[in-house]
């Protein structure tokens, strides 16, 4: 399998790895509009893997993500993986995958009738080698709309965008997806999505996946998080994401 080869799989991964946050977002590859609350940090440890076959997989891991709410309804958002791909016969490729720059802005709240409303733009910049199959060789970008409704100990959230890839072999697409989950009181949160995109390179035929999973709080500061999956239509995929997941700012901070 020859560079553009491997750099077309490990794209078919990270196109879900990094869809990325309260536990929307992590561990689903749905993404909520809810930034993180003014000067407080968000930090993520986790593993994420994309599975066309025993031969043919992408991983991202260890990665870490950090989030940061620099205004009132503004998060800032970095993700630095390490990436591993394997394509059949070839040897498996590890090293410095590519990292992802974002920012979610909330331009809607929630009231009793209407769902908060936010964009989340991000940027994928090529840190990782093209010709390893570790990264793209171009940035490329995701613009995607989120909503989100909650009732009692029940959230629903999703919506979609575009990517927009103009690396060799690369193809600009839709994605979108939508999620239902719900409280079992403080410490468990569980729920299940279903996520589609188009094609994103010349060769597959884009999927729709179903996927489960949830969170285990142990406390207000710290999560385990979790999710497990397989696509349903298109390309064969099974999913997986593990992490964890820690948050801190102060009690109270005042409105700049």
């Not at 609350?37 to 891991?61: C, K, M, P, R, T």
């Not at 205004?71 to 498996?92: E, F, K, S």
């Not at 410095?96 to 964009?119: A, C, N, S």
């Amino acid at each position: 399998m020859n560079a553009a080869g491997r750099t077309s799989l490990l794209l078919m991964g990270m196109s879900l790895m990094f869809a990325a946050p309260t536990f929307a977002g992590p561990p689903f590859l749905t993404d909520d509009p809810e930034p993180v609350d003014y000067q407080h940090w968000e930090f993520y440890l986790f593993g994420i893997g994309d599975h066309a076959s025993v031969n043919n997989y992408a991983i991202g891991g260890p990665a870490v993500e950090l989030n940061y709410g620099v205004l009132p309804d503004t998060q800032l958002h970095l993700i630095v993986p390490m990436t591993t791909v394997g394509v059949d016969g070839a040897p498996t490729e590890v090293g410095l995958g590519d990292m992802e720059l974002g920012m979610k802005y909330r331009f809607v709240h929630e009231t009793d009738t209407w769902p908060q409303i936010g964009i989340f733009p991000m940027a994928e910049l090529p840190a990782g080698e093209a010709s390893r199959g570790l990264g793209n060789g171009r940035t490329w970008f995701r613009l995607p709309l989120w909503l989100q409704k909650s009732r009692g100990p029940w959230t629903t959230y999703g919506g979609g965008g575009a990517a927009l890839n103009s690396a060799p072999g690369q193809r600009d697409y839709p994605f979108g997806g939508w999620l239902v989950q719900r409280d079992f009181g403080p410490h468990l949160t569980l729920g299940g999505e279903l996520f589609a995109q188009g094609r994103d390179t010349d060769t597959d035929r884009g999927f729709a996946a179903l996927n489960f999973g949830g969170s285990c709080n142990f406390s207000e500061h710290f999560s385990l998080l979790f999710s497990a999956g397989h696509s349903v239509a298109g390309d064969n995929h099974l999913l997986w994401y593990f992490g964890l997941y820690w948050t801190w700012g102060p009690e109270k901070s005042s409105q700049p």
